[in-house]
Nanobody
Framework: QVQLVESGGGLVQAGGSLRLSCAAS????????MGWYRQAPGKTRELVAT???????NYSDSVKGRFTISRDNTKNTVYLQMNSLQPEDTAVYYC??????????????WGQGTQVTVSS
C-alpha cells in the first residue's frame, strides 16, 4: 500500500502564490513519476504537471511559466509552486505517484485532494 498526503491548499487572491506539497509513504521501493492534476467543478480531471525521478518535467500549457514542479527523492515528496494564480486555477488539486513497491508490484496512487481557491 502506498499513501499520498497533500497539504498547502487554501484561498488566495488573484496574482498570489501557493505551494502544494505531497508526501508518499508505505511499501515503496521506487517512485518513477510524480505529478499534480486538478479538477474544477463540472470539469474532468486534467494534468497540471509531472516530474520523473530524474527531474524531467512536463507542464500543461495553461500553467507553463507560472507553476513549477519539483521533488525530493530522499523524502518521496513532490511540490508544486504556483505563482500568478488566476481564478481559473480554482480546483481540487490531486497528487499522483507511480512506481514499484517492495514486493515488486507497480502502483498508481492518488492523494485525497486539496482545494485551491483563487478570488478575483
Amino acid at each position: 500500500q502506498v499513501q499520498l498526503v497533500e497539504s498547502g491548499g487554501g484561498l488566495v487572491q488573484a496574482g498570489g502564490s501557493l505551494r502544494l506539497s505531497c508526501a508518499a509513504s508505505g511499501s515503496i521501493f521506487s517512485i518513477n513519476t510524480m505529478g499534480w492534476y486538478r479538477q474544477a467543478p463540472g470539469k474532468t480531471r486534467e494534468l497540471v504537471a509531472t516530474i520523473t525521478r530524474g527531474g524531467n518535467t512536463n507542464y500543461s500549457d495553461s500553467v507553463k511559466g507560472r507553476f513549477t514542479i519539483s521533488r525530493d527523492n530522499t523524502k518521496n515528496t513532490v511540490y508544486l509552486q504556483m505563482n500568478s494564480l488566476q481564478p481559473e486555477d480554482t480546483a481540487v488539486y490531486y497528487c499522483n505517484a507511480r512506481g514499484t513497491t517492495i514486493w515488486v508490484q507497480t502502483f498508481d496512487s492518488w492523494g485525497q485532494g486539496t482545494q485551491v481557491t483563487v478570488s478575483s
